[in-house]
């Protein structure tokens, strides 16, 4: 084959370290920033998350495991703005996907995070979104290595690549 | 795909040295794979994932995801990651003797 799909083989800079942001607290707003940071680990990229805004929840021990699909004003879903405002509606296609991502074997969230920091990821907070939010480190969950500045986001991401999502 | 040697017998593999046929494999196959990779010297937890691994991928016909490898091969995902540090699901794959997981999680 001469062509490397799923990449393989190539003459370019092998990227060796990648710093995720997070910065949306629905559903398909964290899980992308997830899956880079574990598909990173597992190819041997170092790899930092950092939570900031809304993606907070995604550390929240209060909150992690309540994160759902955004219904209304999302048009990837093809469901009237009206019908995905309707209570419950949120809450059930969360479930339904939670369900597909299983099959798949897509951990949920809170245990996706816990297998990333296992993995040797850097989890990280936002010190302007903990304030913001009025929060404190014990409401993060304990694999959370720190509240930082995005200052010291910068000097963690030194020499790698940054990730927004 | 080409042919390479392996411990003395030739191995099929693929573009990033994956085997391609399981049947070629052995454990001193597996041994050099590991050496080649920059593993080292194979430990006994790294066989009980290395086992784990090619009895999974022989039985259902692909390879566990990390996060079964964590649950089920008796080895904790931290551990893993020690064990590989350039990657267990891909270089465990490597060293089974298997094809390389194409999985995203």
């Given at each position: ?26 559903l398909?707003?964290v899980y992308p920033g997830l899956i880079m940071a574990n598909g990173?680990r597992m ?6 998350l ?8 995604a550390i929240?021990?209060?909150?992690h495991d309540?994160v ?26 969360t479930h339904?996907l939670a369900e597909e991502m299983e099959k798949l074997d897509i951990p949920p969230i809170p245990e996706f995070v816990e297998m990333i920091a296992e993995s040797?990821a850097?989890l ?17 969950i304990?694999e ?22 | ?63 566990p995801s990390i996060r079964t490898l964590g649950k089920a091969?008796?080895?904790p995902i931290?551990?893993l ?8 699901a ?13 999985g995203c999680i």
């Amino acid at each position: 084959m001469s062509t490397q799909p799923n990449g393989g083989a190539s003459d370019a800079e092998p990227i060796e370290k990648v710093s995720i942001i997070v910065s949306k607290g629905s559903l398909e707003g964290v899980y992308p920033g997830l899956i880079m940071a574990n598909g990173a680990r597992m190819e041997g990229i170092e790899a930092n998350l950092f939570f900031t805004f809304f993606g907070l929840d995604a550390i929240n021990r209060a909150k992690h495991d309540h994160v759902k699909v955004a219904t209304v004003g999302n048009p990837g879903l093809h469901l009237a703005t009206w019908a995905g405002g309707i209570p419950g509606v949120s809450a059930l296609v969360t479930h339904k996907l939670a369900e597909e991502m299983e099959k798949l074997d897509i951990p949920p969230i809170p245990e996706f995070v816990e297998m990333i920091a296992e993995s040797g990821a850097g989890l990280y907070a936002c010190k302007a979104s903990v304030d913001l939010f009025g929060l404190g480190e014990d409401d993060f969950i304990d694999e959370v290595d720190e509240v930082i500045t995005v200052g010291e986001f910068y000097g963690l991401a030194a020499g790698g690549q940054i990730i927004f999502t | 795909m080409s042919t390479t040697t392996y411990a003395g017998a030739p191995v099929d593999v693929d573009a990033e040295g994956f085997m391609t046929d399981p049947s070629q494999w052995n454990q001193e196959v597996a041994a050099a794979i590991a050496a080649e990779a920059g593993i080292g010297e194979l430990t006994e937890r790294h066989w009980q994932v290395v086992e784990f691994m090619r009895k999974a991928y022989l039985e259902s016909g692909s390879a566990p995801s990390i996060r079964t490898l964590g649950k089920a091969s008796g080895v904790p995902i931290t551990e893993l990651y020690q064990l590989f540090p350039k990657g267990p699901a891909k270089l465990a794959a490597k060293v089974a003797g298997i094809p390389k997981p194409r999985g995203c999680i």
